[in-house]
């Protein structure tokens, strides 16, 4: 059963500094998104990672996946206040091949403070 | 317009009554979902289709059920609503064509408290 943990739960960072996010899944999969959703909205997509060694850059945010380890980081560079929303990372629950259950991780409360 | 709309956006019911939720896509994708979001849970998958002719169970599903109408149109429903059911709705949709394959693209919401 594929499961999936990111961390840390809660970040509150100051404007300007840098920091990391993590999404680790239990079994393998070979495609991975990122996800962001402001308060009282819904998602919208950041990033599709679609192989082992994926990096993709968007802004401040780049988002990175070793499928190996199972893991995938979501990097954020000189955070802004704008950047302040809950981050998922979301699996999908196959491996060659979508099947497009995604399976989420529980979600990053990101808080940049000025 | 928004792509992908869902109706009501709010709803209040009591314990024991039948309520559907209703989402719709102009993005012309195949496949649709349902999600439930709870605190501290990330978001849970409730069914999907691929297409009109197939649905299957997500995570879930016990409690639901759903509704392929159209190409367009999936509809989920509560067929006797409890208070664990209270929580947050996303419909989502998604294609398997173009540069952001298998990308899901969610619908505002939908708040249902069970009383």
């Known amino acids: 059963e594929l499961k999936v943990e990111q961390n840390p739960l809660f970040l509150s960072m100051q404007e300007g500094k840098n920091y990391t996010i993590y999404c680790n899944y239990s079994t393998t999969s070979d495609r991975l998104y990122w996800y962001r959703q402001d308060p009282g909205k819904s998602l919208e997509s950041l990033f599709v990672l679609l192989s082992n060694g994926a990096v993709k850059q968007e802004g401040r945010l780049m988002a990175s996946l070793d499928t190996k380890a199972r893991l995938s980081t979501l990097h954020i560079t000189a955070a802004v206040h704008d950047l302040s929303a809950t981050y998922f990372c979301?699996?999908?629950?196959?491996?060659?091949?979508?099947?497009?259950?995604?399976?989420f991780g529980t979600g990053t409360l990101l808080a940049v403070q000025p | 317009d928004a792509d992908v709309t869902q109706t009501p956006r709010n709803r209040i019911t009591k314990t024991g009554k039948r309520i559907m939720l209703e989402c719709s896509q102009t993005?012309?994708?195949?496949?649709m979902y349902w999600y439930r979001q709870d605190p501290g849970l990330g978001l849970r998958l409730i069914y999907y289709?691929?297409?009109?002719?197939?649905?299957n169970k997500g995570e879930i599903s016990d409690g639901y059920s759903v509704s392929r109408q159209a190409q367009a149109k999936f509809s989920l429903s509560l067929e006797s609503a409890i208070p664990n059911q209270t929580a947050l709705y996303f419909c989502a949709t998604s294609d398997t064509s173009g540069g952001q394959k298998d990308t899901q693209y969610f619908g505002p919401g939908t708040r249902l408290t069970v009383l």
């Open positions: 979301a699996v999908d629950d196959g491996y060659g091949g979508a099947t497009n259950k995604l399976i």
């Open positions: 993005k012309g994708h195949d496949r």
């Open positions: 289709s691929f297409d009109v002719k197939d649905i």
